[in-house]
């Protein structure tokens, strides 16, 4: 079979000149190597806590996988390394040499790898790192949205030969132990999030400023009447079912409107859109990637309306007291769902329901008593539990743990 690499950033490049020590030489702290598909803006903050809060050599080996824009690292290192896509039976795998390459004392102490049963590269890393020394790590949701009895005893099989597996929260992690999926002395968890640089207190300055007014005066939007979506506009997240629901309430609520906000096609929305006949009630703005900017459209908005496939963007959301609409069938969902609950911060509707969903829609859009306990919640519910130095601190448990009592990093 033929691989042929990946599409990537083509406008950015990650090759960091790496001090000697980091792969050679005396060193007085933990060398730590993340293989990642990406390196994405919402994890600068999490690797600069490990490196400035812990003082780990942090490296970032990334492939560019294509719809995810990467960014240039501070505060530690970066390299690019094109991973390779192959074609097998209708699916897609992925051979990554990197993961390879660092799993070797003169590389790494510890290799932190993709967990995802796609690449092809992972088990043989994962044998490597025994042979080496290296201690490895396994991060990732440690479920997948399209399960099978062969992918799920594939990623538990790796599970046994890595050192650690750290899961993107601790329902996850207690769910796999309890299945016995995961011994317990090598589950972890790093509660995924990212950081918007904000705090409650500037959320709540924010929202009462005449700098808001006058954005939202420029930019023509009605707070109470505005649906927001942030992410990309992939047909598995089902911004289609918006429209329609947008359709459904148009005699009821003619202010009603659509504020879409990412990369991909809009070609096919724009479409149903028009086909639905509210094409001039819905906005496509294309990628934002200010976090500060569209956290003012947050603060702009109704409601996140999220269909399907909802994942860290509702952290995103949260931390600007934006509450959630979306379905209520975990299992498809990202793992950071959990972080939902239904009333409190969120509504949420049968999965594929039309009906169900224009019923959420219509409460978010009137009840104003629900609307304040629920911004509220969500706003001051992601502050302490939803930040990536937390994410920093348990990921640097995980570390601190594979690697055992007598390797610990000098500055814990």
Request: aromatic letters at 8%; one cysteine or more; charged letters at 25%.
């Amino acid at each position: 079979m033929d691989s042929r690499p990946a599409q990537h950033d083509q406008a950015v490049s990650h090759d960091h000149a790496v001090p000697q020590e980091f792969e050679t030489g005396e060193r007085t702290t933990v060398r730590a190597v993340f293989q990642q598909p990406s390196l994405a803006a919402y994890r600068i903050a999490f690797y600069q806590h490990l490196a400035r809060d812990y003082a780990y050599q942090i490296r970032v080996i990334h492939g560019g996988e294509a719809g995810i824009r990467s960014v240039q690292p501070e505060g530690f290192f970066a390299a690019h390394e094109p991973l390779s896509q192959i074609p097998f039976l209708g699916k897609r795998l992925i051979w990554h040499g990197t993961q390879l390459r660092y799993a070797t004392r003169r590389q790494s102490d510890v290799l932190v790898l993709v967990w995802n049963t796609q690449f092809l590269s992972l088990l043989p890393a994962l044998i490597r790192c025994r042979i080496t020394g290296v201690r490895s790590i396994l991060w990732g949701h440690g479920y997948s949205k399209r399960e099978g009895w062969l992918r799920k005893k594939a990623r538990f099989l790796m599970a046994r030969i890595a050192n650690g597996c750290v899961f993107y929260t601790r329902v996850h992690r207690d769910r796999a132990v309890a299945a016995g999926l995961v011994h317990p002395d090598k589950a972890f968890y790093a509660t995924n999030a990212m950081d918007t640089q904000v705090t409650p207190a500037e959320v709540d300055d924010r929202r009462g400023s005449q700098e808001l007014l006058d954005f939202q005066q420029r930019n023509q939007i009605r707070p109470q009447q505005t649906l927001l979506y942030v992410s990309r506009l992939g047909p598995e997240n089902r911004l289609d079912l918006a429209l329609k629901a947008m359709h459904e309430l148009a005699d009821e609520c003619p202010d009603l409107e659509l504020i879409v906000i990412g990369d991909g096609s809009q070609q096919p929305l724009r479409e149903e859109a028009d086909r639905l006949g509210i094409a001039q009630r819905v906005r496509f703005l294309g990628p934002i990637y200010d976090y500060r900017q569209v956290g003012d459209y947050m603060l702009s908005a109704r409601a996140m309306i999220y269909p399907d496939n909802i994942g860290l963007s509702l952290v995103h959301a949260m931390q600007f007291g934006l509450p959630v609409i979306t379905h209520g069938d975990g299992d498809v969902h990202g793992p950071e769902f959990v972080y939902l609950h239904d009333e409190q911060n969120s509504l949420l509707y049968q999965r594929g329901s039309l009906p169900d969903l224009v019923r959420v829609v219509r409460r978010a859009i009137h009840d104003d008593a629900w609307h304040a306990q629920a911004s509220h919640h969500a706003l001051h519910q992601s502050s302490p539990q939803y930040s990536t130095k937390r994410m920093a601190d348990e990921f640097h448990h995980a570390i601190c743990s594979v690697r055992g009592p007598r390797q610990r990093n000098p500055k814990t």
